[in-house]
């Protein structure tokens, strides 16, 4: 299991926030769907290439009449329910009569879907490009229907890259896929086109940089409906005079310019001609704030960008603000004016630390002046700082009041002298805070005052320096606390203040390097909620007498919840991923 992560502000289920954070988001391998073979693929080309009105009508053949007889509207909604390659590829092959049904202007097509690599590939692997105009003819007969529209991986998966010999296949007798065999033939005025009529409300184009040009620009900004614009995976730069046509979009509501991460895979053979650091925004865009509906804006990746203008309040409807993995240096004084913020995601922003700490001098007797003003975010619910340079927990945090999710992940907090009494002061006005993420800061113990935080239900405390003796018996008066992660800390005990939690469901104790188990365990095997206890090291090793009580520890639990997979434990030797799903101990 991987190490426990905070997500965004749903609670449901505690299982949920230790999965990993997005980091470089790998691209999916291409896997075929649909029919295989090469002749599969020919049925599939034909089927958009020939027109509606000139294929043989056939017999409807199925063999329920009460299907036969139903209306147009009701067959509508059954096909529905089909998957939307079921509904586009198999459904026009039964009889004339579904044929028919599918080939309209329905709200079957409400929603397109089109994964370049999908549609490219057969069951064999084999290459058979995806026709601009075959496409562009299939949406426009269906085009007064939809409303959204998806395009993904345009651009060559890195993982589907092969070295060829010289005849062409690989080592393994497979085809070899190289970047001179495009995936389709569309270009960017193929894309305008395309999008030329339709009256879109939702737009993501993930993974499609190559079709991503200017005329592209120019066919968006011409969607007067649009509300979602998603750009994922972005490998070029966003020359202002491509991006300003988005401007005049003035119903959009959620924005999203993220850039492609390089792979450690990447090298100047398969990358484009800008690199990575010059890839999307070269700073912020003064006419995105013509925008004035947006309530959603996600800019992640983008290197280039350093800062913010102040008068990004002219943003007034923002909600959720997005700028991970840039290069921010600061944020502007007036942020704390966005008053309809509710998430703010910063993370990866290195170089931030020094915006978030006090001036260094202030007039005597006068309150030390931040260079920021938070008191402003009433409705903030969710805060990313993880990996922003930050030394202490900043204590204008405490102006925060409604803050339910905190992710410090990655900072160095632990280092300065006097830290847990700056993390006290910080977070315990904090009445509403439900999850903590606190890993990997170096710290060596918690302040006694986390007592405070009554309404926390998740504690992740991974990777950090936590001895016992760092962990108040204080710890053991939280009311609500769910799941608490610590994983990779100095334990040489299960502490006993944890049987103190009668909320607790899931406790992460794995790869504390000298942690034994020297007494019985059933002050957490009582727990009433327990569902998960992750245990065990890949460095180290078990004596005979950890052995003993971790056996009956595992008894007790499977006597009390026969049908529970509660204890997972990990041996020396074995991969993370050995263990996840190991039998309980019993």
């Known amino acids: 299991m991987g190490l426990p992560r905070l997500p965004p502000p749903d609670y449901g289920s505690p299982s949920e926030a230790f999965q990993p954070a997005r980091r470089n988001c790998k691209l999916r391998k291409c896997s075929a769907g649909g029919w295989g073979g090469q002749a599969g693929w020919h049925k599939r080309n034909a089927l958009l290439s020939a027109p509606d009105d000139l294929c043989e009508e056939q017999p409807c053949q199925t063999s329920s009449a009460g ?6 509207d009701l067959l509508i909604q059954v096909f529905s329910q089909l998957d939307p390659g079921a509904r586009r590829l198999l459904l026009p092959l039964v009889c004339q009569q579904w044929r028919d049904v599918v080939s309209q202007p329905t709200s079957l097509w409400t929603h397109l879907d089109l994964d370049f690599a999908s549609e490219a590939f057969d069951d064999n692997g084999q290459l058979a490009q995806v026709k601009q105009e075959q496409i562009i003819a299939w949406v426009h007969q269906r085009g007064s229907a939809v409303r959204s529209l998806r395009l993904q991986g345009s651009y060559q998966p890195l993982e589907l890259r092969e070295i060829s010999d010289e005849d062409g296949a690989s080592s393994d007798g497979a085809v070899s896929m190289t970047a001179s065999q495009p995936l389709h033939d569309f270009t960017g005025m193929g894309l305008a086109r395309l999008l030329l009529g339709l009256r879109l409300e939702e737009l993501v184009l993930e993974r499609c940089s190559d079709i991503l040009q200017a005329s592209a620009f120019v066919a968006i900004a011409s969607l007067s409906n649009l509300k979602v614009l998603n750009l994922k995976g972005i490998r070029s730069q966003l020359h202002p005079s491509q991006s300003e046509a988005l401007w005049g979009l003035g119903h959009l509501e959620e924005l999203v310019l993220d850039c492609d991460q390089p792979q450690e895979s990447d090298d100047a053979a398969v990358l484009p001609q ?25 800019l992640s990746c983008h290197y280039a960008l350093t800062s913010l203008p102040s008068t990004i309040t002219k943003l007034n409807k923002l909600q959720v603000l997005n700028l991970d993995f840039c290069t921010l240096e600061n944020l502007p004084a007036s942020l704390g004016n966005l008053t309809a913020l509710t998430t703010l995601d910063v993370e990866g922003n290195l170089f931030l630390g020094d915006a978030f700490r006090q001036l260094p001098s202030t007039p005597p007797g ?20 993880n990996a922003c340079g930050l030394t202490q927990i900043p204590e204008m945090l405490s102006e925060l009041h409604g803050l339910e999710t905190l992710d410090l992940e990655d900072n160095e907090l632990g280092l300065e002298d006097g ?24 710290l060596s113990h918690l302040p006694a005052i986390v007592e405070r935080l009554s309404g926390l239900r998740i504690l992740d405390l991974t990777n950090n320096r936590i001895t016992n003796e760092g962990l108040p018996a204080s710890l053991a008066r939280l009311p609500h606390l769910k799941a608490i992660g610590l994983k990779k800390n100095r334990l040489t005990s299960v502490p006993r203040l944890l049987g103190g939690l009668r909320s607790l469901q899931e406790l992460y104790l794995e790869d504390n390097e000298d942690l034994q188990v020297g007494e019985g365990l059933d002050f957490i095997a009582q727990l009433p909620a327990l569902r998960m206890v992750m245990m065990g090291k890949t460095q180290g090793s078990w004596n005979s007498r950890s052995l003993h009580f971790m056996t009956d520890f595992g008894l007790r639990l499977h006597t009390r919840h026969p049908a529970r997979h509660i204890l997972r434990i990990s041996f020396p030797g074995q991969a993370p991923d050995e263990h996840d799903d190991a039998p309980m101990l019993s």
């Open 274 to 298: 800008h690199t990575a650091d010059s890839w999307g925004l070269p700073e912020f865009p003064d006419g995105m704030l013509k925008l004035r509906n947006l309530t959603h804006l996600t």
């Open 419 to 442: 830290s847990a009494a700056v993390m006290g002061r910080s977070l315990t006005s904090l009445s509403r805070l439900q999850c903590l993420n606190v890993a990997q800061c170096r």
């Open 366 to 385: 006068m309150p030390p002046i931040s260079p920021l003003n938070l008191s402003g975010l009433s409705s903030l619910r969710y805060l990313n700082l």
């Open 67 to 72: 299907m036969h007889s139903l209306p147009p």
